[in-house]
């Protein structure tokens, strides 16, 4: 059923969110390092550009990440498998240091610092290439560096306040 107000009125974050919890978004975990690696859920990633290769997520001001990530020169987004629900949890949680979070997950430094997560359908390795303040968002662009992906597999969901595969 449409909802159509008999006035037209607002676009308020409320409405926005209410029909955007019908798009479908795949499940990520940016990572970063420096003096407190952590990492952060985002349900923004998106490709920008395969000629040069960039990557491209949205962070919110408020985000216990925010600041960390944009004086970071590097980053890692592992996209989750299907059976990793509990992954995109524990890094939702703005209550948890980085410490905390890392040490319930299974994962290795890089060459430069950036924790990188064990198991993740695939994971791009990247540098940041550029930023622009998007109301209380910020937009990260990343430049790949390093690609790794299984070749099978499902990437999880994230619909309608639930976390899905591509079977469901």
Known sequence: MTERPDEPGPVTGTIIRRAMRRVPTPVTVVTIGGTEPRGITIGSFVTVSLEPPLVSFNVQHS???HDSLLAAERFAVHVLSSDQGSHSELFADPELSG??????VMHRLDASGVPVLDGVLSRFLCSVEGTQTAGDHTIVVGRVLELEARDSGDALLYLNRAYRSLGD
Do not use: C, G, P, V
Request: net charge neutral.
């Open 63 to 65: 985000a216990r990440i």
């Open 99 to 104: 410490a905390e979070q890392l040490s319930q």
